[in-house]
């Protein structure tokens, strides 16, 4: 391979590692994360325990917040030894007894627990916090980490928030439980009696207003190479978080070599330099313009970049204004407009007669008849849908349902037990006005007659 395409794959290599896999970096928030750090530090330090949740909408750092308070706790003598670190995932731990078991693996505890009986979740629970303690007072403290916290509420009787949080405010052991979740009413989930128990705590993280040009630095900085001490943090960060297994989070500071990325500080210059002036450009701005005005989050930028880097090639081996162009065009594209340039002609007038009827009562439930009468009075006047039968309108209608355009209210065919006709059945639309106006402008082909229909309900 020649040398250039070599260091082209190095440099995309880096890049994408760098946008997927950068778990400990964390920009903003400073007041939050000292918060959830000295949290942590008085738990292992002075043995106190606490709980807090983490509420947040998704991509705006709730778990990279934690990572990095980890990666800057872990290296401290006072707390890495002192401490255990046990993730549990709402997704993945299902029930108690399935958490249970990922809890007593991941404090290795398995030969401490084997062969013991235990008449509930608390004993168990109890026994396990005990096996910490050294031959006196002293005690292990445990960090539980509760990621998408919401689904747990769903347990039976929440058995395990009940025990957790009983613990942490019982001082029976030194524990600290961290809720992350994107419900902004998690603690109306909660059952009375583990409401009570939580010390009402929550930390709320919101993406910060930040103007468009902090947004095009930043896109800066995640685009360019490092030099020097920077190439060591960064590879760091990048491998802060080496491996994820049974949920836990072991760190390595020792596992990257910088080495292996082979820039040459000629090579990074000349990137940078290349990186400071397509952002310059006003193509490549109003692209970041308009990723900017959808959403404003660091994760969504991360998204895009990791595409436009993707797209790297020995042939075009440099990001240009063109090339973002053209991934915000695909990256901001609507699956359900180009579902709805795939319909029929006739499957898309239903479309129209559907948005006409919402658009009058107010986004009123309909069913198959209210929308064929007012298609009917379209197809008398019409001259491409005048021979239309009725049995494959109701079969288009049918196809508008299956590919989820329509939703039924009942939540199944028939109202779910058979005493509804078809031809009678509820629906709702699962589509934005503005989603058929635009479907209706991309049209392939569009009859003039149902195009000056969609703009007018009058017949």
Same mark, same amino acid.
């Given at each position: 391979?020649?040398?250039?395409?070599?260091? &082209?794959?190095?440099?995309?290599?880096?890049?994408?590692? =760098?946008?997927? =896999?950068?778990?400990?970096?964390?920009?903003?928030?400073?007041?939050?994360?000292?918060?959830?750090?000295?949290?942590?530090? =008085?738990?292992?330090?002075?043995?106190?325990?606490?709980?807090? &949740?983490?509420?947040?909408?998704?991509?705006?750092?709730?778990?990279?917040?934690?990572?990095?308070?980890?990666?800057?706790?872990?290296?401290?003598?006072?707390?890495?030894?002192?401490?255990? #670190?046990?993730? @549990?995932?709402?997704?993945?731990?299902?029930?108690?007894?399935? /958490?249970? %078991?990922?809890?007593?693996?991941?404090?290795?505890?398995?030969?401490?627990?084997?062969?013991?009986? $235990?008449?509930?979740?608390?004993?168990?629970?109890?026994?396990?916090?005990?096996?910490?303690?050294?031959?006196?007072?002293?005690? %292990?403290?445990?960090?539980?980490?509760?990621?998408?916290?919401?689904?747990?509420?769903?347990?039976?009787?929440?058995?395990?928030?009940?025990?957790?949080?009983?613990?942490?405010?019982? /001082?029976?052991?030194?524990?600290?439980?961290?809720?992350?979740?994107?419900?902004?009413?998690?603690?109306?989930?909660?059952?009375?009696?583990?409401?009570?128990?939580?010390?009402?705590?929550?930390?709320?993280?919101?993406?910060?207003?930040?103007?468009?040009?902090?947004?095009?630095?930043?896109?800066?900085?995640?685009?360019?190479?490092?030099?020097?001490?920077? @190439?060591?943090?960064?590879?760091?960060?990048?491998?802060?978080?080496?491996?994820?297994? +049974?949920?836990?989070?072991?760190?390595?500071?020792?596992?990257?070599?910088?080495?292996?990325?082979?820039?040459?500080?000629?090579?990074?210059?000349?990137?940078?330099?290349?990186?400071?002036?397509?952002?310059?450009?006003?193509? !490549?701005?109003?692209?970041?313009?308009?990723?900017?005005?959808?959403?404003?989050?660091?994760?969504?930028?991360?998204?895009?970049?990791?595409?436009?880097?993707?797209?790297?090639?020995?042939? +075009?081996?440099?990001?240009?204004?063109?090339?973002?162009?053209?991934?915000?065009?695909? $990256?901001?594209?609507?699956?359900?407009?180009?579902?709805?340039?795939?319909?029929?002609?006739?499957?898309?007038?239903?479309?129209? !007669? #559907? %948005?006409?009827?919402?658009?009058?009562?107010?986004?009123?439930? $309909?069913?198959?008849?209210?929308?064929? !009468?007012?298609?009917?009075?379209?197809?008398?006047?019409?001259?491409?849908?005048?021979?239309?039968?009725?049995? #494959?309108?109701?079969?288009?209608?049918?196809?508008?349902?299956?590919?989820?355009? #329509?939703?039924?209210?009942?939540?199944?065919?028939?109202?779910?037990?058979?005493?509804?006709?078809?031809?009678?059945?509820?629906?709702?639309?699962? &589509?934005?006005?503005?989603?058929?106006?635009?479907?209706?402008?991309?049209?392939?082909?569009?009859?003039?007659?149902? /195009?000056?229909? /969609?703009?007018?309900?009058?017949?």
């Amino acid at each position: 391979m020649p040398e250039a395409d070599r260091e &082209l794959v190095n440099i995309r290599r880096f890049l994408k590692e =760098r946008l997927q =896999r950068d778990y400990t970096t964390l920009r903003g928030y400073a007041e939050e994360r000292s918060n959830v750090r000295l949290l942590l530090q =008085r738990t292992a330090e002075m043995g106190e325990s606490n709980s807090l &949740l983490l509420i947040g909408p998704r991509g705006s750092g709730k778990t990279t917040l934690i990572n990095s308070v980890l990666a800057d706790l872990l290296p401290n003598k006072s707390f890495g030894e002192n401490t255990l #670190i046990v993730h @549990l995932d709402g997704n993945l731990h299902t029930d108690d007894r399935v /958490a249970l %078991k990922s809890i007593t693996v991941q404090m290795q505890l398995e030969n401490a627990a084997d062969g013991k009986v $235990f008449g509930s979740f608390a004993e168990n629970l109890a026994f396990l916090l005990q096996c910490l303690k050294s031959g006196g007072k002293n005690s %292990k403290s445990v960090v539980f980490i509760l990621e998408e916290f919401d689904l747990f509420c769903a347990h039976h009787n929440q058995t395990l928030l009940y025990n957790l949080f009983d613990v942490s405010q019982s /001082a029976q052991a030194p524990i600290c439980v961290l809720g992350v979740t994107c419900r902004l009413d998690v603690i109306e989930l909660l059952e009375k009696r583990v409401k009570s128990r939580f010390s009402h705590r929550q930390v709320f993280l919101f993406p910060s207003s930040q103007r468009f040009e902090e947004y095009v630095d930043l896109c800066k900085d995640l685009l360019s190479l490092p030099t020097g001490n920077s @190439l060591l943090l960064a590879a760091e960060r990048i491998y802060n978080l080496q491996n994820i297994q +049974s949920g836990a989070l072991y760190f390595s500071r020792n596992h990257f070599d910088p080495g292996e990325y082979g820039f040459s500080p000629r090579l990074r210059d000349a990137w940078n330099k290349q990186i400071c002036k397509v952002l310059a450009t006003q193509q !490549a701005r109003s692209t970041l313009q308009s990723l900017h005005d959808f959403d404003i989050s660091e994760a969504y930028l991360k998204n895009f970049l990791f595409r436009l880097v993707a797209h790297l090639r020995p042939q +075009s081996p440099h990001i240009t204004a063109e090339k973002m162009a053209a991934v915000g065009s695909q $990256f901001e594209g609507d699956d359900k407009i180009e579902l709805l340039c795939g319909l029929s002609v006739l499957e898309l007038c239903l479309i129209i !007669a #559907i %948005k006409h009827h919402s658009e009058i009562y107010d986004r009123d439930p $309909f069913n198959f008849e209210i929308i064929y !009468a007012r298609f009917s009075k379209f197809a008398k006047v019409s001259t491409t849908m005048q021979a239309v039968e009725r049995s #494959i309108v109701l079969k288009a209608f049918e196809h508008l349902r299956i590919a989820e355009l #329509i939703m039924p209210l009942s939540g199944g065919a028939g109202g779910g037990v058979g005493k509804v006709q078809k031809e009678f059945e509820m629906h709702k639309l699962a &589509l934005t006005y503005g989603q058929i106006q635009h479907c209706v402008q991309r049209y392939q082909a569009l009859p003039t007659e149902v /195009a000056q229909w /969609a703009q007018s309900s009058l017949i």
